[in-house]
């Protein structure tokens, strides 16, 4: 009886979409990679080359602003920001959380000018999507921790 209660939670775990650790090892390296090309691409200031790292139907999601969405806004939005002096983006992934072609991913980012003085540092949420043989930027929501000045 164990082993058939046993054999039935797998399968339930399965069908779930919980992924063995060693695909889950696998998921969180393609995205460390995809995070080392996102930075790779802003310390050379190329926009539009980090919207091509979103989905088509990808969103950024910035505090303070609506929803940014579409390569073209997309890639206007990074280079507005690279373009204001963010000459390179660090990004540390914390956790992965995966299911079948999704994976959702919080991490932590630090945004730095061409001194290295850290001009910002945060938190963010990615949702990631498996198409076309890579994993890409589905969902990106972000948000500062450092407080707003007093007044």
């Known amino acids: 009886m164990k082993n058939g209660v046993c054999l039935c939670l797998i399968a339930v775990m399965a069908l779930i979409g919980f992924a063995s650790p060693s695909l889950a090892a696998e998921v969180r390296a ?50 507005s920001a690279l373009d204001s002096g963010v000459a390179a983006i660090e990004l540390k992934t914390v956790e992965v959380y995966g299911q079948g072609t999704t994976a959702t991913e919080v991490g932590e980012y630090a945004l730095h000018d061409k001194a290295g003085k850290v001009l910002d540092r945060g938190k963010y949420i990615v949702i990631w999507r498996h198409q076309d043989g890579q994993w890409k930027l589905l969902r990106d929501m972000f948000s500062t921790n450092v407080p707003p000045p007093k007044g």
């Not at 995205?31 to 190329?46: K, P, T, V």
């Not at 926009?47 to 950024?60: K, N, R, S």
């Open 30 to 79: 393609a995205i460390e990679s995809a995070n080392a090309r996102f930075s790779a691409l802003a310390a050379q200031g190329d926009g539009a080359a980090l919207a091509g790292l979103y989905a088509t139907d990808g969103a950024v999601m910035p505090a303070g602003s609506e929803p940014i969405r579409g390569t073209q806004a997309i890639a206007k939005f990074w280079q």
